[in-house]
């Protein structure tokens, strides 16, 4: 049969409840029903309850045996024990819910809709958890077949774009996204507890900023005015540490128009802090510490696979300079004493391609993400990187061309961003008008120049540092996942043609 022609048997099954004087969509489960995975783990209790066991659930399977319809129901609760997704057996008799019932059920009931059961919990001869079903109620017919379990859902972007049919059927990506949520709840535990404030700044700001990036830009009406989906909270949180906050952080979406690849989609989920009277060197060891506790939270050990690799997480994490990064990994000798036009020949010898308006610095960096960091395997922290392209962090005291930045690095994909503050107002309305210089040469990821900002540094903002943290990547990372749509529950897709 068709797709077509299924969907049309199921409307006329809807059609059949509705003469028997049935709603197929009620408002009200008629049955207080427990959660599925409360009443595995009790089970014994419910086998001896006299007032019977009620539960709602969709129906995963139904085998049909003369007078037995035998169903597995999923309610979408979790293991007590195991963490996993539960699943409980039901079994309609046409001796206990009676023959004209049980035939209604049998014509019309198919997996996919969701029922309510209600009668007494027993064992099976193979000791599998039923509940015989007195009484049944339809709580939604679906109209559409579900996919076929190990045939349905074949291509990878049909999975993407009917995510809710790929967690239904795919208890492994069910789990990933319950580690997901684990992630961002204990990183707010951690986080709350260490003395941070949570808070949110606008998604929508009248010019972009914190990072170097092409904002997505729109146009508000009621104001005709054109407004930027955020690239990273930074200069509103720093708002904050000028307005008296000492440690805040965000945990929320950013926004940027860039390329699309397997660790980069266009809407994204950081948590973001600072802290004042702080610097670099003291949030890596705190950023450490803290991953180190959410590792052992959410996985319940320090070392992990990953692509391949045995990735151990120690408590202090070694650190190698940007510099001395694409000299070991890409064999460039003093790279940072290069002239523009010698970088350029290097990364066209590794088969990039530079842009005509691009920095030294830029190029530089450039081999650093496409060559370098595919080879750093184990936690290592990059370090004091060229003013150039780290427009808003502090000059190193020696005041060398370097600031006091740094990357967390694993396996070869950047978990953490952070550096000690900039706050001088008169650096900062430098470091952004040569980046402003950039713009005029169509550098679409140059920072612009933010007044209003520059103002809040004159009024005087504390000593501090600041990081930010990528969620969607630490779930690939701690799941041993490898494309970041795996792990966006409604990952940006190309639309159908």
């Known amino acids: 049969m068709s797709f077509d022609e299924l969907r049309q048997v199921r409307v006329e099954k809807l059609e059949n409840l509705k003469k028997a004087g049935i709603n197929p969509f009620p408002a009200k489960v008629e049955f207080s029903a427990t959660e599925i995975a409360i009443v595995k783990k009790d089970f014994s209790k419910h086998l001896k309850s006299k007032k019977g066991t009620a539960i709602t659930g969709r129906i995963m399977a139904k085998r049909e045996h003369g007078n037995a319809i035998f169903l597995d129901l999923f309610d979408g609760s979790t293991s007590l024990t195991t963490g996993g997704t539960e699943k409980l057996q039901a079994f309609i008799g046409r001796d206990q819910v009676g023959e004209a019932s049980f ?9 996919g809709d969701f029922i309510a059961v209600s009668g007494k919990a027993f064992y099976t001869k193979r000791k599998e958890p039923t509940i015989e079903a007195k009484e049944w109620q339809i709580l939604v017919k679906a109209l559409r077949p579900l996919p076929e379990k190990w045939h349905g859902l074949q291509d990878v972007e049909e999975r993407f774009r009917k995510r809710y049919l790929d967690l239904l059927m795919n208890d492994e990506v069910r789990n990933k996204f319950q580690m997901r949520a684990s992630i961002t709840s204990t990183m707010r535990e951690l ?19 914190g990072a170097l990036a092409e904002p997505f830009k729109t146009h508000l009406n009621a104001l005709d005015i054109d407004l930027y989906l955020k690239i990273a909270p930074e200069l509103y949180l720093k708002r904050l540490l000028v307005g ?38 003291y949030l890596k060891d705190f950023i450490a510490q803290v991953l180190y506790s959410l590792i052992k939270k959410v996985i319940k050990k320090d070392s992990f696979e990953f692509a391949g690799n045995k990735i151990k997480f120690p408590k202090k994490i070694p650190s190698i ?7 070991r990994y890409a064999l460039i000798i ?15 010898q590794f088969g990039l391609n530079p842009e005509p ?12 993400s496409k060559i370098c960091r595919p080879k750093l395997i184990q936690p290592i922290y990059v370090v004091n990187h060229p003013i150039e392209i780290s427009p808003l962090a502090k000059n190193l005291p020696s005041n060398n061309g370097l600031v006091d930045r740094f990357q967390m690095i694993i396996s070869g994909i950047e978990f953490v961003n952070g550096f000690s503050e900039l706050n001088d107002p008169i650096e900062q309305r430098a470091r952004f008008e040569f980046q402003e210089g950039l713009r005029g040469k169509e550098d679409k990821e140059a920072h612009p ?15 501090a540092a600041g990081l930010a943290v990528s969620i969607d990547r630490l779930t690939m990372l701690f799941s041993d996942t490898h ?15």
């Open 103 to 111: 035939q209604l059920f049998s014509e019309n009931i198919d997996v």
């Open 334 to 348: 003093q790279p940072d004493k290069l002239s523009r036009e010698d970088m350029v020949i290097k990364a066209k």
């Open 321 to 327: 300079t940007f510099w001395e990064v694409l000299e």
């Open 449 to 463: 120049l933010d007044e209003d900002f520059i103002e809040a540094l004159e009024y005087g903002m504390p000593p």
């Open 357 to 368: 308006q691009d920095s030294k610095e830029k190029i530089a960096n450039e081999i650093f």
């Open 244 to 281: 008296g906050f000492p440690k805040v952080y965000e945990l929320g979406k950013s926004f940027r128009n860039e390329g699309m690849d397997a660790t980069h989609n266009p809407e994204f989920t950081t948590v973001e802090l600072y802290e004042a009277y702080r610097d670099a060197e």
């Open 191 to 209: 986080l709350d507890k260490a003395g941070y404030i949570e808070v949110e700044t606008p998604v929508l700001q009248p010019l972009y900023g």
């Open 483 to 497: 494309n970041i749509k795996e792990v966006i529950l409604f990952p940006t897709m190309r639309p159908k043609e």
